[in-house]
Structure formats: structure tokens, C-alpha cells
């Protein structure tokens, strides 16, 4: 044997097998690392080109229902830009039509998922509407036989090669959207229910397709309800419906509503309402009709409930009214004029409140609570129907403010508790003539009690000429007459129903008869 071949045994004898593995071993390691990156950076090149952006517009299409386009897509890295998305809702879509401007983000490969840590949009607007597409949508039975029969491909598919580095799942840590816009109309086309150029901050759970909303700014539209200033909201959508877990929203300048509840978005239907709201600062001169403008001055607080669509809302509630002043009443006037008390004909209230209810034209007012401290109270209940008014009131008042209506306090305010007397007024007519019963029963009360006593008749006899002898002068029988024949006629309109300017007239008359 040589020694050319010895040498060559036994180089190949101490051939180590653990380095051979080691050797073998880091070789397959650089080589799959190569193959990643090189996997890798394909992905990335096949990403970036028009086959993955077909592949998200027919994903999304068919994940939402509707026809999606997607325009003006630009790539730097790992970052990308879009101009524009918009897409338009068919049948059993979400929604209607959603369109998406300036749209930016920064996207990574992790744990075998596209992962958005921030999407930022510009501009979002979102619509809820009849106005669909017709025909079947994306991903339809319909559509995939149609597309086998003509041999058309469907979603393009990722290359082979690359398919076992591609992510199976996309995450998202948040949507940030600059204006956000939603509008809510009916089968008639009308808004009903809109949000417009909020900030939003959402956080979704691709799972689930829940989201948490943080909102800021912009206002909300109610159909038939004032405009609201959007200052901080939190909610949660979920299913078909959204969440309000917190919201403050402004009105009516100082205004302040605190909502909570749940706006339902039912399928062909108007959205449902089921809403809490707790209302402060509110001026009354910005929510009462004309004609009530000038009678009454304050600010309402209080909570409400709000149930229905926003096109046929029940609303229930109890409003307190602070720093209330009354005036212009006329059941206050006439209590002013006969209680020679001014304080009545402008009316600082202490404590004002009541149990209210609005379904439509149908106003209901419950547990009214009205008192001005040592001067009046007023309880009870009226209905307001269109410009329709009933009701039944108590009205109370000092007992020293009647000492000026004679018979006032035996027969018209004859119940006593509380430190008032009380009488019951009925209410009727409409805004614009409301009609009650005090003025004629208090009238009726001062002639009965006039008439009942001497004084009257001292004057009639005196103006009819007798003597302190009881003698009549010449013509006292027909002048007597004729007085109380006048006294009579007005009393009798006054008890029977007659016109109140009749009866004030005549309580003017025989004012001097009271020493007024």
C-alpha cells in the first residue's frame, strides 16, 4: 500500500461524524434563512403588486356584501397609502354605501399575521339606506355557478411558492379616522338619524366583528330634535346594534345632556331607540312655542327616557325648572287683580317640576309641582293634544291674600292643609285661548256675598233717595228696581256660564262696595 493511499485512509478515518452534522446542520440553517429572507421579500414584492390588491378588494366584497373599489395605492416599505376606497352595500349588506379617503398605514409580518398596529383614515363617511345594489353579491352561490360555468377564475390566488410564508389572519390595534360621517335615512330617503365630522378612534375585533368607538367633536342630527354638540363618547358596537356606555353632548349653547343606552339598526327598518338622558342647564326660552316665550323664563334639568325610531319617539320624564319666573298668565293676573297682590302677575318660583310624557302631538303632564314660598302653590295634571288643552288643577293660596274677595274664602278656596287655601280649577280651550273656571266662581262668590249683606242694600236705598226713616223718595221704587234687576241679570250670566268680561265689568262696578 502507498503512502499517498495511507495517508488518504486515514484522513478519511478522522473524519469527526458530530462536525459532519454541525457542518450539515448550519448549512441547512443558512440556507433556510436565505430561503426566508428570499420567501420573504417576494412576499413582500407580491403584496406590494396588483395581484394582492385584487385579493383584498374581492375579500373585502365578500366579507361585506358589496361592490368595493380601491384607487391610488402607493407602497414605501412597509408603508402604504390609498386615495380612496368606496364600496356600495347589496341586500343583505351592513350598510349602504361606505367611502374612505386618505388612507394611511404601516403593516408587519408576525406570528403569521398582517398586523396593523394604526390605520389612519382622513376622511370616512358611512350611510344607511333602502338605496342597494341590485343583484347577488360577492361570494354568492349565485356568482361562484356562474363563474364555473363561463370559466372565469375567481379571488386570485397566492403563488404556491409563497403560501406557506403568507399570514392566515389580520390584526388590528386601532382606526384612527380624522371626520367621521353617518347618516341614517328612512324609506323616504330623509335623514333620521346623522353624525357628522366626529373624531373617532376605533378598536375592532376582526373575530367578532365588535368594535369599541371613542368619539370627539362633530354634532348629532335627530330627526325632529334639536342639533347636538358631540363632546365625548364611548361605545361599543356589537351585532347590529351600538352601545352607549358613555356620552356627553352639548345644547342649546350651556346646555348638557348625559346619554347612555342602545341604537338598534334593524334590517329595512328605522334605527331603535332606547335611550336614557339626563338633560341640565337647558334655557326654556330655546324649547317652549311662541306664545309661551314670554311667560316663562328658566332652566330645565332633569332625566329622560327615549324609546321608538327617532320618526315616532315616546318620550317620558320628569324636568325641574330652576331660577323659574311666571308672568302672563291669566289665571295669575286675575288672582293679582283681585287679591291686590302683584307678586302673583309675576311669579318667582321656589320649587317647579312635572311627570311628563310625548307620544307625538300628545303631551301629558303629570305630578305638577308649582310654588312660589308664602304666596301660592299649584298642583296637578293637564293634557295638551295638538293645541288642545285639558287639565284639572289646585291652585292654593295664603289665606291672607283672600281678604280682599269677599266670599272667596268660604266659597271658592274653602279647603285648608299646608299652610294654603285651596281651590280646584278646571282647564280647557286651546294654547292659543286657554279658558278656566276660577274667574267666573270667584265673580259669582264676591256678588253672592254682596248681595247677601247689608251694604248693598244701604247704598241701593240711598241712591234710590229714602231717608234714614226708611221714606222713599220720589221715583226710589223704580230706580231700586232697576239696580237690583241689573245685579240680577249679571249675576245670573256669572253663575250660569255667562262671558268673563261681563263679570268683570260688574265685579269692577261694585268694586267701590268693598272699599276698593
Not at 263 to 274: I, N
Not at 298 to 308: D, F, L, N
Not at 419 to 447: H, Q
Request: aromatic content about 6%; charged content about 25%.
Amino acid at each position: 500500500m502507498s503512502r499517498s493511499e495511507k495517508k488518504t485512509k486515514k484522513k478519511k478515518k478522522g473524519c469527526n461524524p458530530l462536525i459532519a452534522i454541525l457542518i450539515l446542520g448550519a448549512g441547512f440553517i443558512v440556507c433556510l434563512v436565505v430561503a426566508l429572507f428570499v420567501g420573504k421579500g417576494m412576499l413582500k414584492k407580491w403584496v406590494q403588486g396588483p395581484e394582492f390588491q385584487e385579493l383584498v378588494r374581492k375579500q373585502s366584497a365578500e366579507k361585506l356584501n358589496a361592490d368595493v373599489r380601491i384607487d391610488d395605492v402607493q407602497w414605501d416599505g412597509w408603508s402604504a397609502t390609498v386615495g380612496k376606497v368606496t364600496s356600495k352595500g347589496y341586500k343583505d349588506a351592513a350598510f349602504s354605501k361606505m367611502d374612505l379617503h386618505g388612507i394611511r398605514t404601516d403593516f408587519s409580518l408576525v406570528d403569521n399575521a398582517f398586523r396593523f398596529d394604526e390605520i389612519d383614515v382622513s376622511q370616512a363617511s358611512i350611510e344607511f339606506s333602502d338605496d342597494r345594489l341590485i343583484g347577488d353579491p360577492p361570494g354568492s352561490s349565485a356568482e361562484a355557478g356562474s363563474a364555473e360555468s363561463d370559466g372565469s377564475s375567481g379571488t386570485p390566488k397566492l403563488p404556491g411558492f409563497l403560501a406557506k410564508y403568507a399570514p392566515d389572519r389580520v390584526e388590528i390595534e386601532d382606526i384612527i379616522i380624522g371626520s367621521a360621517s353617518m347618516d341614517v335615512k328612512d324609506a323616504n330617503g330623509e335623514s333620521s338619524l346623522a353624525v357628522k365630522n366626529t373624531r373617532a378612534q376605533i378598536s375592532p375585533n376582526l373575530e367578532t366583528g365588535n368594535a369599541v368607538i371613542n368619539a370627539q367633536d362633530g354634532k348629532l342630527l335627530l330627526k325632529g330634535a334639536p342639533e347636538l354638540a358631540i363632546r365625548d363618547a364611548k361605545l361599543r358596537w356589537q351585532d347590529s346594534s351600538l352601545f352607549i356606555n358613555r356620552s356627553s353632548l352639548g345644547i342649546y349653547g350651556d346646555g348638557l345632556v348625559e346619554a347612555t343606552g342602545e341604537v338598534g339598526f334593524p334590517e329595512g327598518g328605522s334605527p331603535a331607540l332606547d335611550l336614557n338622558l339626563d338633560i341640565s342647564a337647558i334655557d326654556v326660552q330655546e324649547v317652549l312655542p311662541e306664545d309661551m316665550k314670554d311667560k316663562l323664563v328658566g332652566t330645565a334639568r332633569g332625566p329622560i327616557k327615549v324609546q321608538g325610531t327617532p320618526e315616532a319617539a315616546k318620550v317620558t320624564g320628569t324636568l325641574h325648572l330652576d331660577d323659574g319666573v311666571l308672568k302672563g298668565v291669566k289665571i295669575l293676573d286675575t288672582i293679582a287683580k283681585y287679591t291686590k297682590t302683584n307678586r302673583f302677575s309675576r311669579l318667582v318660583l321656589d320649587q317647579a317640576q312635572s311627570d311628563f310624557e310625548l307620544d307625538g302631538d300628545f303631551l301629558k303632564l303629570r305630578n305638577i309641582q308649582i310654588e312660589s314660598n308664602g304666596l301660592t302653590r299649584i298642583e296637578g295634571v293637564l293634557d295638551k293634544n295638538g293645541e288642545s288643552l285639558a287639565g284639572v288643577i289646585q291652585v292654593g293660596v295664603t289665606p291672607a291674600t283672600l281678604k280682599w274677595i269677599p266670599g272667596a274664602e268660604n266659597q271658592v278656596f274653602n279647603e285648608n292643609r299646608d299652610g294654603f287655601a285651596w281651590t280646584t280649577v278646571n282647564i280647557g280651550g286651546t294654547t292659543a285661548k286657554v279658558e278656566e273656571d276660577l274667574s267666573k266662581r270667584m265673580m259669582a262668590a264676591a256678588v253672592s256675598s254682596l248681595l247677601s249683606g247689608g251694604k248693598l242694600k244701604d247704598i241701593i236705598g240711598g241712591i234710590a233717595g229714602e231717608d234714614e226713616s226708611g221714606t222713599a223718595g220720589p221715583g226710589s221704587g223704580r230706580i231700586r228696581d232697576r239696580l237690583n234687576g241689573i245685579i240680577g241679570e249679571k249675576v245670573g250670566e256669572v253663575i250660569d256660564g255667562g262671558t268673563g268680561e261681563d263679570g268683570k265689568k260688574l265685579i269692577e262696578m261694585l268694586g267701590p262696595l268693598f272699599g276698593r
